[in-house]
């Protein structure tokens, strides 16, 4: 069946320093969307990305999806304490539009 | 805050034991779906209701049924309960059943025993 993978399962990063997440897709999606999850805490929506190579900025945060809609990525610049939790990329099924949530990525920040 | 509600916030029941898990969606929307987190993984999709009706289903069993009200609100019923069960339940509220960013609420965390 149709999965998405993210890379690294977890990160670890200094404070200041820079934090990129990787998404997957086994399948061609028609939209890309990110959430934030703080620990203890529910799924936060990003942000959503449809067209190919499409590039989109939240201050710190860039979102990009792949030029074949099978790929995206999730860059914070000069990570803050704040930006602590875990990353999902979240695209729909092939057979019913719901979404499927990738594995995650969990951002830890050492002050 | 989403104005997604969930109750209750945490709940312990034992193998075999029924649950009722309840959902208030944000103003405005008519889709509530249902997800499933285990601790350290992603939410897993159960299933959709969008106007009172079953909209799309993941790969849980009959055992996972649901019920959309005509106020949009929902409820997640689990019987026969295993310890697999034990997991984070969200529901999330959107404006349309597909491609539509989802309001998360707070999550009930259910324990089974």
């Known amino acids: 069946g149709q999965q998405v993978m993210q890379i690294p399962q977890y990160q670890h990063v200094q404070e200041g320093e820079d934090f990129t997440t990787y998404c997957n897709s086994s399948?061609?999606?028609?939209?890309i969307q990110w959430y934030k999850q703080r620990p203890g805490g529910h799924p936060v929506f990003l942000i959503q990305?449809?067209?190919?190579?499409e590039v989109k900025k939240q201050k710190r945060l860039t979102f990009q999806f792949g030029e074949a809609k099978k790929n995206s990525s999730l860059h914070i610049t000069a990570t803050q304490t704040t930006d602590v939790g875990t990353y999902f990329c979240?695209?729909?099924?092939?057979?019913?539009?719901?979404?499927?949530f990738g594995t995650g990525t969990r951002l830890t920040i050492i002050p | 805050e989403t104005g997604v509600t969930q109750s209750p916030t945490h709940l312990i029941k034992t193998r075999g034991q029924q649950v009722t898990l309840r959902c208030s969606s944000q103003s405005g929307h008519n889709t509530v779906s249902w997800y499933q987190q285990a601790l350290g993984q992603g939410p897993q999709f159960i299933f959709q209701?969008?106007?009172?009706?079953?909209?799309g289903r993941g790969n849980f069993p009959p055992r996972f049924s649901g019920l959309q009200f005509p106020n949009y609100s929902s409820e997640l019923n689990v019987n026969a309960l295993e310890l697999d069960d034990s997991a984070l339940y969200l529901c999330?509220?959107?404006?349309?059943?597909?491609?539509?960013?989802?309001?998360f609420g707070p999550g009930t965390r259910l324990t089974v025993l």
């Open positions: 209701y969008y106007r009172e009706e079953e909209n």
């Open positions: 399948t061609t999606l028609s939209n």
């Open positions: 990305l449809v067209k190919s190579g």
């Open positions: 979240a695209g729909p099924r092939l057979e019913n539009e719901k979404l499927t």
């Open positions: 999330a509220s959107s404006r349309r059943p597909e491609r539509d960013t989802q309001y």
